[in-house]
């Protein structure tokens, strides 16, 4: 599986940005994605999943009621929409791929970063 994220930029505080994740290689349906971030001088950190079939999503605690995670499976993409950012949110933001039969977290794919910053 092939992922090629986009649609990061530069946001003020509050405003709101959607990440996509083109996907290519495999069959999308039987992926589940996640999103990371990566501040610098942090480690990286996980920033939600969403199941193959886009029925469940998990959230870290510092985005959850902020972010959604949705996909589409046609289009072979998956969305990070970003709602009331802030300065914290300021990272390389990287999609990540799993196959349906592997736990959270164990992801096998990944794609190059795109960076998003918040200016305060």
């Known amino acids: 599986v092939q992922l090629q994220a986009s649609g990061g930029g530069l946001v003020q505080a509050g405003g709101s940005l959607r990440l996509s994740c083109a996907a290519s290689?495999?069959?999308?349906?039987?992926?589940?994605m996640g999103w990371f971030r990566q501040a610098p001088g942090k480690e990286r950190e996980f920033v939600g999943d969403?199941?193959?079939?886009?029925?469940?999503?998990y959230y870290a605690d510092s985005v959850k009621g902020r972010f959604t995670i949705s996909r589409d499976n046609a289009k072979s993409t998956v969305y990070l929409q970003m709602n009331t950012l802030k300065p914290e949110d300021t990272a390389v933001y990287y999609c990540?791929?799993?196959?349906?039969?592997?736990?959270?977290?164990?992801?096998?794919?990944w794609g190059q970063g795109t960076q998003v910053t918040v200016s305060s």
């Open positions: 990540a791929a799993r196959h349906r039969s592997r736990r959270l977290y164990e992801y096998n794919y």
């Open positions: 290689g495999r069959a999308f349906s039987s992926y589940a």
């Open positions: 969403i199941n193959s079939s886009g029925s469940i999503t």
